[in-house]
């Protein structure tokens, strides 16, 4: 079973950046497709983006031009490089490995002034 492990999160202004970190333990960190969700209260969860083996990338409509998804397989770490941080960008936000289905306990991104 994959474990995985949300940091990054915190309060930011409008306009603000943030990266996020999700460490993963307990399988070969380079061979793990995972990904980033968010879910805002009241809504459901929804893909921000998602990263493959060999680093290829995608990402929702909602953050495209202004999140990048990023791997160091030395760390076994994924960030989300989160810029230009919106309102409407607060959630928590977790990590997701979709071979095992396991999820990260998730961290909370509030935009606000």
């Known amino acids: 079973q994959v474990q995985l492990v949300e940091s990054g999160g915190g309060l930011v202004q409008p306009g603000g950046s943030l990266r996020l970190s999700c460490t993963a333990s307990?399988?070969?960190?380079?061979?793990?497709?995972l990904g980033w969700y968010r879910q805002a209260p009241g809504k459901q969860r929804e893909l921000v983006g998602s990263?493959?083996?060999?680093?290829?990338?995608n990402y929702g409509d909602s953050v495209k031009g202004r999140f990048t998804i990023s791997r160091d397989n030395a760390k076994g770490v994924m960030y989300l490089q989160m810029n230009n941080l919106r309102p409407e960008d607060t959630a928590v936000y977790y990590c997701?490995?979709?071979?095992?289905?396991?999820w990260g306990q998730g961290t909370q991104v509030t935009v606000s002034s």
């Open positions: 307990g399988a070969d960190f380079a061979m793990l497709a």
């Open positions: 990263i493959i083996t060999r680093g290829a990338t």
């Open positions: 997701h490995h979709y071979a095992s289905g396991s």
